[in-house]
């Protein structure tokens, strides 16, 4: 798995580049949700992201068919956003003894990768539009954007639901 960019010369390469750095980045999150579901210890956080890790796994595979249609084999391109990303994750659940202050973490860990993975689908979608692909590349990028925005929307939603308030009220002064 290639961690540096040696020389991108056209709109098709840098694509190609995001786009394994995206594939890296949904094949480590199918993981780190796993991890994070049998962590959390709020049920309705817990099954959110079993079930967001579950929805990872079909955005891994429509990233393969995205490659296929490029005629590329799938690629993985590490990317140090999500290497940071997972760093402070183990870090802060090694700081964090509370379960519930380590869900809180969770939920912020959550919304920062959705926010991250929005972004880049968008550029994806830009840059496919761009060079003129057709729908068999594009339709799985807005496919996974749409999920990822849904998941984004689920933890907001979860951040004041009325079972969170009791939470925000032990942890907040």
Request: charged content about 35%.
């Amino acid at each position: 798995m290639e961690t540096t960019v040696d020389h991108i010369d056209d709109l098709e390469e840098l694509f190609h580049h995001k786009l394994a750095q995206q594939y890296y980045v949904e094949q480590e999150l199918v993981e780190t949700l796993d991890e994070m579901a049998i962590n959390a210890t709020n049920d309705q956080m817990s099954e959110g992201f079993a079930d967001h890790r579950d929805e990872t796994r079909t955005q891994v595979q429509r990233l393969e068919e995205v490659f296929a249609e490029l005629d590329r084999p799938a690629e993985r391109r590490k990317t140090p956003i999500l290497d940071a990303l997972e760093e402070e994750r183990h870090a802060l659940e090694d700081a964090i003894d509370d379960d519930d202050l380590l869900d809180m973490a969770y939920m912020n860990a959550g919304m920062m990768t959705e926010r991250i993975e929005m972004t880049a689908y968008e550029g994806l979608s830009m840059m496919a539009t761009q060079i003129g692909y057709d729908d068999e590349i594009s339709k799985p990028l807005e496919s996974n954007y749409d999920e990822e925005k849904s998941a984004y929307r689920e933890l907001d939603a979860m951040a004041t639901a009325s079972d969170m308030k009791s939470l925000w009220d032990r942890l907040t002064p």
